[in-house]
């Protein structure tokens, strides 16, 4: 059995990893990178389909490098909604 200290210990090497990974890639542009590209691509302008903007495979391959590098899971395309686009930025109640 670990003491508390070695448990401290283990605890900081498994989590550090991650979170440099996730600072590293907050640096460049991380989630954001997303909103980026949007507001690139429309200028401002207002827009009726988000994936005439940024197709879902698009945004999918950025966000799943992302949730890769925080070593976290990806929510799941709920079938019942309107868009997949939905799982990523509406959150369930």
């Given amino acids: 059995m ?12 498994q989590r550090r990893e991650t979170a440099n990974r996730v600072v590293l890639a907050n640096r460049g542009d991380g989630p954001e990178v997303v909103r980026r590209i949007v507001e690139e691509r429309t200028a401002g302008q207002r827009f009726d389909d988000i994936e005439q903007v940024l197709p ?3 945004a999918d391959a950025i966000f799943s490098e992302y949730h890769r590098l925080a070593g976290m899971q990806r ?3 709920d079938a019942t909604q309107t868009s997949p ?3 990523v930025f509406i959150q369930s109640a």
């Fill in 2 to 13: 670990m003491t508390r200290r070695e448990a401290l210990k283990h605890y900081d090497t």
């Fill in 56 to 58: 879902y495979a698009e």
């Fill in 85 to 87: 686009f939905a799982s």
């Fill in 75 to 77: 929510p799941q395309h």
